[in-house]
């Protein structure tokens, strides 16, 4: 990915960037809560309507212990999903929470913190011995430099139907991970559109059979960036493109300095 940024690109580069990042930190901290033998939920804002301080696609890991990876917001709904996340591993079946904070009861969730709007998170029970687990499909994606498309379906007309939550991959090599239990051969196909168009999207999937939406996401690889030189002068910018997520290639002809 070029290092060039038109003005109106700028956000949508930087959130695609941080998307990543969160994405490498979830998968990290998950490994280290398999190995400690903890429980954990994977929270996904699937849906905004109105403001909010993450977009779809923001994600945080929840350990059983309290711990949390990633965010769904500034800070205002962190809290709440904490303690909907533990009931979720208790009864293993995702759950689908709204927050809407332009509402007088829940505005207590968004003074201050970006948040007016309509916000809707589906947690995931993450279970260690599903090879496809919502985790293992964030790991395919971190797999490899390539673009891929990540389906997540859900109910938002009935809460109380099931929330098939990440259930498709489609990755730029052809391969596919499908775990998707209905609508397979549509949601394939709208998969393979959102890569060609490169534009994420929502769809709405309405029969007598059920009432669901797809969340149809464009993932993108990391910026890669090489820098020329090992001297002192490049510490910090090498870890100023940690902090963004970019990919570092440090070259330098000078063993020591290497």
Known sequence: MRLTILAG???VLIIVILSMKEIR???KAYDGAQKAGKQTALATVVHVEGSSYRRPGARMLIEEDG??????????????????????????????????????????????LGCNGIIQVLIEPIDDADPNNPIQFLKEINEKRQQSVLVTLFSLQD???????????????????????????????????????????????????????????????????????????VMPLVDMAEILGWETTVVDGRSNYA
């Open 25 to 27: 930190d979830i998968i």
């Open 159 to 233: 809460k109380k139907d099931p929330q098939h939550g990440t259930c498709l991959l489609l990755k730029e090599d052809k391969s596919v991970i499908d775990n998707t239990p209905v609508l397979k051969d549509v949601l394939m196909h709208d998969a393979e559109e959102a890569m060609i168009n490169q534009v994420s999207s929502f769809k709405n999937y309405v029969s007598n059979d059920h009432n669901l939406t797809a969340f149809i996401e464009i993932m993108k690889p990391p910026v890669s960036v090489i820098i020329i030189g090992a001297g002192n002068d």
């Open 9 to 11: 690109k700028a956000i």
């Open 67 to 112: 711990q949390l990876t990633g965010a769904i917001s500034g800070g205002c709904l962190e809290g709440d999903a904490l303690r909907k996340a533990l009931l979720v591993m208790t009864e293993k079946k995702s759950k689908m929470v709204t927050y809407d904070t332009m509402d007088d009861d829940d505005a207590k969730f968004g003074v201050g």
